[in-house]
């Protein structure tokens, strides 16, 4: 699917699901809860920080950042941002692709299950990488290419919304390559309520975790 199907598709999730987790596709609530919990704990405390939720949907995985940060959030999804906007977050309809905010404005910038919808990601990652702060944290979210679970997962789908999973040394490369360090991850065991966390992918973790989250600083 390109991009452009993907705004009209989380455009009618949205009309359809309205404020809830299924409009950005979650499985249940019950597994959302489980990895935004997790994800947001790998991230760290966050206050006082001027934070970018990156295809923010919805804002479901950002809203517990906004009582105490400034939280922007970007979709192309217009419909999605209006649920977005009122759980606090600071809206703005761009493409991820190419931000309009200027170099270095975010102390943190999330993309929780965002880059497996696109074709350019690597694009995205340098966008991000662009208007991250040094001394920063980018945090990004996705699927584990060599998931077992997600292997057969994908002979069953419709969607192709399991066409692009990712290896963690490929997105490692990547933000390397964009200037960050310092890079850990987080595995997660979906529908499990089980995580492990670490510098890189052991053998459990590469053919088991169904998803990572990868965080790393910007160089200084
Ligand atoms: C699976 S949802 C995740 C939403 C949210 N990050 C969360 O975890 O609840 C993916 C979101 O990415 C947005 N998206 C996909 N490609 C995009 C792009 N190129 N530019 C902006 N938003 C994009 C979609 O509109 C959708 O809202």
């Given at each position: 699917?390109?991009?452009?199907?993907w705004?009209?598709?989380?455009?009618?999730?949205?009309?359809?699901?309205?404020a809830?987790?299924?409009?950005?596709?979650?499985?249940?609530?019950?597994?959302?809860?489980?990895?935004?919990?997790?994800?947001?704990r790998?991230?760290?405390?966050?206050?006082?920080?001027?934070?970018?939720?990156?295809?923010?949907?919805?804002?479901?995985?950002?809203?517990?950042?906004?009582?105490?940060n400034?939280?922007?959030?970007?979709?192309?999804?217009?419909?999605?941002?209006?649920?977005?906007?009122?759980?606090?977050?600071?809206?703005?309809?761009?493409?991820?692709?190419?931000l309009?905010?200027?170099?270095?404005?975010?102390?943190?910038?999330?993309?929780?299950?965002?880059?497996?919808?696109?074709?350019?990601?690597?694009?995205?990652?340098?966008?991000?990488?662009?208007?991250?702060?040094?001394?920063?944290?980018?945090?990004?979210?996705?699927?584990?290419?060599?998931?077992l679970?997600?292997?057969?997962?994908k002979?069953?789908?419709?969607?192709?919304?399991?066409?692009?999973?990712?290896?963690?040394?490929?997105?490692?490369?990547?933000?390397?390559?964009?200037?960050?360090?310092?890079?850990?991850?987080?595995?997660i065991?979906?529908?499990?309520?089980?995580?492990?966390?670490?510098?890189?992918?052991?053998?459990?973790?590469?053919?088991?975790?169904?998803?990572f989250?990868?965080?790393?600083?910007?160089?200084?």
């Amino acid at each position: 699917m390109s991009n452009h199907n993907w705004k009209q598709y989380f455009d009618k999730k949205a009309e359809v699901h309205g404020a809830s987790v299924k409009s950005s596709d979650y499985f249940n609530e019950k597994s959302f809860f489980m990895q935004r919990e997790n994800t947001l704990r790998f991230l760290g405390p966050c206050k006082g920080k001027v934070i970018l939720d990156a295809g923010c949907g919805v804002g479901a995985f950002s809203e517990p950042l906004v009582e105490h940060n400034i939280v922007y959030g970007v979709d192309f999804s217009e419909k999605s941002l209006e649920f977005a906007a009122a759980r606090g977050l600071k809206t703005m309809p761009g493409d991820l692709t190419a931000l309009t905010f200027e170099d270095g404005k975010f102390d943190v910038v999330v993309c929780n299950g965002v880059i497996q919808l696109i074709d350019q990601y690597e694009d995205v990652i340098k966008e991000l990488a662009r208007v991250t702060k040094r001394g920063g944290t980018l945090l990004v979210e996705t699927l584990n290419r060599n998931s077992l679970q997600r292997k057969l997962l994908k002979l069953f789908e419709k969607d192709k919304k399991f066409d692009r999973m990712f290896e963690m040394n490929e997105l490692q490369s990547v933000f390397k390559k964009y200037g960050f360090e310092h890079i850990e991850f987080l595995h997660i065991y979906h529908p499990f309520h089980f995580v492990t966390q670490g510098t890189g992918q052991g053998a459990l973790a590469n053919q088991f975790s169904t998803s990572f989250a990868i965080k790393g600083s910007k160089a200084k």
